[in-house]
């Protein structure tokens, strides 16, 4: 066995940390305010034209092919800069390997080269709705076949990106009648297309400069060439998908609590309480002992479900592991190290603040952690 990593994946590592620490971090608070949403995307077009918003996509459609080791090393590294950004970054990777991994050439060619180079900001991956989050089978969003071309008509919650992205990834019920989940299409839908709106903007706790946005399809005609994979299977393409997000949504987790980590020790070295530096007392060491394990903990999941992925071998229950234990115990880094701040951590203009509330949502979005535990025992129990 060998935990060293690829001079490639290095490069990218530091690539990404460099990125993070000089064009992120300075500018992450700032970004939470939506005036300064054009500073947010140009970002995301520096990222692109680095390469990470197609990490795991051949070349010839203009991705960079770095794997998905890789992929989780940089995810890491981003959120460390910016949550919000990492987000995005995680969900254009989510929409570019659907694409490719069932999409006609034609699609391929279409759509690819512009979520890899930034052309367009985002992708977006219109599954939930307000009736079917953790149960997205149970959607009501309905495609018609109507000769050469679909209607779809419905409305999709929660959508990532869905206010600057350039093509949305889209599940409808194509056939009612078939058993739940086996009568669900994926399309793909330009976001200029007529019979799409973006609705409210959510108002959220955190990663606020990311938009999260209602979609509705309203008679959106789609060519019968938007299909995406084949007819009623797109409920497993869905969960298929979303066990890769898992490992990019649990290294965005470890970055945030890394960061917290790395934040909260320095603060301790330098805080003086009773005379000492507050890291001499051993309350404080161990609180960090236990943060920085799980921490490593959680690195050494991740990289897993990604080697498995990278081999091309299942790594569904994987994922969820890693996606669990990385979102929840980097919650915990996170309330550690504003612990260690004391009330300073409590205010607005410390990063500790921002950090906290990053990283709340992320044992949610892309299947909540009981989800991940259902997946993981219906395996254990199925072996
Ligand atoms: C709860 C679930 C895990 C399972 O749901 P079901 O019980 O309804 O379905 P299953 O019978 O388990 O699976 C159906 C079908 O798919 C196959 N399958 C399952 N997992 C995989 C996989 N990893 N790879 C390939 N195929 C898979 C399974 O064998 C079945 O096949 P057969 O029918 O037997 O042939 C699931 O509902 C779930 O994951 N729920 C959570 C949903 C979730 O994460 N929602 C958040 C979405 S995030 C979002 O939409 C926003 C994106 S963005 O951030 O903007």
Not at 231 to 260: C, D, M, P, W, Y
Not at 336 to 350: E, I, N, P, V
């Amino acid at each position: 066995m060998n935990f060293d990593l690829s001079d490639t994946q290095l490069m990218i590592q530091q690539t990404a940390k460099k990125f993070a620490e000089s064009e992120l971090f300075p500018v992450a608070s700032t970004v939470e305010d939506k005036a300064q949403r054009p500073l947010f995307l140009a970002n995301l077009k520096k990222l692109a034209e680095l390469g990470f918003m197609g990490l795991n996509i051949d070349s010839q459609y203009g991705g960079t092919e770095a794997g998905t080791i890789a992929f989780s090393l940089a995810m890491t590294e981003i959120a460390k800069g910016c949550a919000s950004t990492a987000v995005t970054m995680s969900v254009n990777n989510m929409v570019a390997e659907v694409i490719q991994s069932i999409g006609s050439e034609e699609q391929k060619q279409r759509y690819l080269s512009k979520i890899c180079s930034g052309e367009f900001s985002a992708g977006a991956f219109c599954l939930t709705e307000a009736g079917a989050g953790s149960d997205p089978a149970a959607m009501s969003t309905k495609a018609v076949k109507y000769g050469d071309h679909w209607i779809i008509n419905g409305t999709k919650l929660y959508i990532t990106s869905a206010a600057y992205a350039g093509v949305f990834v889209v599940w409808a019920v194509t056939d009612s009648s078939a058993p739940k989940g086996k009568g669900i299409t994926c399309f793909l839908v330009d976001a200029d297309n007529p019979g799409v709106s973006i609705s409210k903007e959510e108002q959220k706790m955190g990663q606020l400069a990311s938009a999260t946005n209602e979609v509705v399809f309203t008679d959106c005609k789609v060519p019968a060439t938007a299909m995406l994979g084949a007819l009623n299977q797109g409920f497993k393409i869905a969960v298929s998908e979303l066990a890769g997000g898992r490992i990019g949504i649990g290294s965005l987790a470890l970055g945030l609590g890394e960061k917290a980590i790395e934040l909260a020790i320095d603060h301790v070295k330098e805080r003086q309480q009773f005379g000492q530096s507050i890291a001499d007392f051993q309350g404080v060491q161990w609180m960090l002992a236990e943060a920085k394990t799980d921490m490593e903990a959680a690195r050494l999941l991740l990289l897993k479900a990604a080697f498995e992925k990278e081999q091309g071998r299942p790594f569904g229950p994987q994922a969820s592991m890693a996606k669990w234990f990385a979102t929840e115990k980097a919650n915990q880094a996170c309330y550690t190290a504003q612990q260690l701040f004391g009330g300073q951590g409590y205010l607005k203009d410390s990063p500790i603040e921002r950090l906290v509330r990053d990283v709340r949502v992320t044992s949610i979005y892309e299947g909540t952690s009981e989800i991940q535990k259902v997946i993981i025992s219906r395996d254990v129990l199925n072996e």
